[in-house]
């Protein structure tokens, strides 16, 4: 399936540093349909340790990992939702992914200069907040001048709407999200046919720079005020240090760890742990398909059952299901071959309504 997260962030605050250390992890496009060309989309690995030890195990031929799309969005600015900028080219972008990704600067450099003169997360992110908030706001507002016309036909339906609208306009004019309304399941629907940008998820990259005053580290009131923000509203963040990453991007992964350290970065990988966050942030799971031939990571919604994971392989295994042999990837591993695991029984036959686990190995039957 195919998902994208959309770079987003204010000028000057690491937005093109991190896309280039991400698109140095990129895969070979022509593996996945959804894939693009376009310079701005960089298709990148989900890191994951079992899809390769399931390669060892199978001695494959090719292993393909699974896939996020990370799209380098153009910088926002004050006034965007009214054009200002690049607003309405940021806006069109924006509305097409899956999620956001918000890179809020958090280090001081008198030799990059910021947008607003001062180095100031937390009013960062409500600037961008409020674009996109002015910018839902017309949306719905438009929307709902139709609803009400034709709500006055009494259909239950477009009634719903019409109130869902109105409550949605008041939460945004109280400078809320939408994603922050609470709604009914079937509020949820008619919700994401609006395609609205505030109800999409978002995903935190606090990014720090080598050898500069870096707000963390201070913990001063400003980054006091920053994490107080993130934990009230249960967001989800990684720190990262793009520039470090860039720098580091065709060496090893011994090699970069330990550059980091000497350069005194994060002992671990902020940008694999951003690309993985990135993936559990749309509660997307993973199933493997392996043998000599291919060992493959497929990506499919949380709860989905065995048909509907088989249709991220090709429509027919949904349309044409009969039964799927599946076994946890460790297990697999630890009877050492598929013959070993069948006489222990550990291979199972399930059927159509089985929901799919995070780590089955499946092999689908039509």
């Known amino acids: 399936m195919s998902l994208s997260i959309g770079i987003v962030g204010l000028p000057n605050v690491g937005k093109s540093t991190l896309f280039n250390a991400l698109t140095k992890k990129s895969v070979l496009v022509a593996n996945y349909p959804f894939a693009t060309i376009d310079p701005s989309v960089g298709v990148v690995a989900v890191p994951d340790t079992r899809l390769h030890k399931l390669a060892e195990f199978s001695k494959t031929q090719k292993t393909i990992p699974a896939a ?25 972008n924006i509305r097409e992914t899956d999620a956001i990704c918000h890179v809020v600067r958090i280090f001081e450099d008198e030799d990059v200069h910021h947008v607003h003169g001062e180095i100031d997360p937390l009013s960062d992110i409500r600037t961008i907040n409020t674009e996109l908030i002015l910018a839902d706001l017309q949306t719905v507002e438009k929307r709902l001048q139709t609803v009400e016309r034709e709500a006055k036909k009494g259909d239950a339906k477009i009634i719903m709407e019409r109130d869902l609208l109105v409550r949605l306009k008041e939460h945004l004019l109280g400078d809320n999200l939408a994603l922050t309304l609470g709604m009914e399941k079937d509020e949820v629907v008619i919700l994401k046919g609006l395609h609205l940008i505030t109800a999409k998820q978002v995903l935190y990259a606090l990014n720090k720079k080598q050898n500069s005053r870096n707000l963390d580290e201070l913990n001063d009131d400003k980054f006091q005020e920053l994490q107080k923000y993130l934990d009230d509203n249960n967001a989800v963040y990684v720190f990262i240090d793009a520039g470090i990453e ?78 799927a042999e599946i076994i946890f990837w460790e297990e697999l591993l630890n009877a050492g071959s598929f013959g070993i695991a069948r006489e222990k029984g550990l291979v199972r036959t399930e059927g159509k309504q089985y929901v799919v686990k995070d780590g089955d190995v499946i092999e689908f039957k039509i």
């Open 68 to 92: 996020v799309e990370f799209v380098d969005i153009a910088g926002l600015v004050k006034g965007a939702s009214e054009g200002e900028g690049l607003g309405n080219q940021f806006l069109t």
């Open 246 to 323: 860039l720098d580091l991007k065709d060496f090893d992964k011994e090699e970069r760890n330990e550059f980091r350290k000497e350069l005194g970065g994060a002992p671990d990988d902020g940008i694999d742990e951003l690309i993985r966050k990135g993936y559990e942030l749309l509660h997307l799971i993973t199933y493997f398909t392996t043998g000599e031939k291919e060992t493959r990571a497929w990506t499919i919604k949380e709860g989905s059952t065995a048909p509907q994971a088989g249709a991220a392989i090709h429509g027919d295994f949904e349309d044409k299901f009969i039964k």
